[in-house]
């Protein structure tokens, strides 16, 4: 089992930035992609951004150029830099993990963005 926390969300102007971070603990070496996923009022789940162990990178085309996805693998910590932040930025941000093996993934309780105009 892999137990994820979040941290950083909170209320920001437009233009405005925000660091989310989550830590990841109990069965962390099965971890092989963390990420970041986004949901808003009304709409589905959707991927913001995700790395992989080795760090290979994969970002929605909403996030390119503003949001920067990093990880530290010695910390279990997968972090996601939030810059030049929009109103249509606002959701609750969740940290997701995926394991090298066939288990459902891992999601986290979820923490609040909002960006206000």
């Known amino acids: 089992q892999v137990q994820l926390v979040e941290s950083g969300g909170g209320l920001v102007q437009a233009g405005g930035s925000l660091r989310l971070s989550c830590v990841a603990s109990?069965?962390?070496?099965?971890?092989?992609?963390m990420g970041w996923y986004r949901q808003a009022p009304g709409k589905q789940r959707e991927l913001v951004a995700s790395?992989?162990?080795?760090?290979?990178?994969n970002y929605a085309d909403s996030a390119k150029g503003r949001f920067t996805i990093s990880r530290d693998n010695g910390k279990n910590t997968v972090y996601l830099q939030m810059n030049s932040l929009k109103p249509e930025d606002t959701a609750v941000y969740y940290c997701?993990?995926?394991?090298?093996?066939?288990?459902?993934?891992?999601w986290g309780q979820g923490t609040q963005v909002t960006v206000s105009s």
């Open positions: 109990g069965n962390t070496a099965t971890i092989n992609t």
């Open positions: 790395i992989t162990r080795r760090g290979t990178i």
């Open positions: 997701n993990a995926e394991s090298y093996y066939s288990v459902p993934p891992y």
